[in-house]
């Protein structure tokens, strides 16, 4: 009888824990950036003097980086 009863309890303790659901792992996809070797010469890059000219400069400079590096990724236009 005494053994009944040992067996009842331990089957009551461990009864808390067989109502816990278990989900199963879920796979989450991210995507992960990878440098890329890019052997572009970049240009001289103008000085800045304020002038409207140099701004120009800047920008052109600015267009013909951001076209090498799209080359090096394989970007096309």
């Known amino acids: 009888m005494r053994s009944l ?3 009842a309890l331990v089957v009551l303790l461990l ?6 659901h278990i989900s199963e792992p879920t796979v989450v996809y991210k995507e992960k ?3 890329v070797r ?5 240009p001289v890059k103008p000085e800045n003097d304020g002038t409207f000219e140099t701004h120009r400069a800047k ?3 600015l267009l013909e980086c951001e076209n090498l ?3 090096c990724i394989g ?3």
């Open 5 to 7: 009863i040992i067996f």
């Open 15 to 20: 009864a808390g824990c067989a109502d816990k």
């Open 33 to 35: 950036l990878v440098p």
């Open 38 to 42: 890019c052997d572009a010469k970049l």
């Open 59 to 61: 920008m052109i400079y």
């Open 69 to 71: 590096l799209k080359q």
């Open 75 to 77: 970007i096309k236009e």
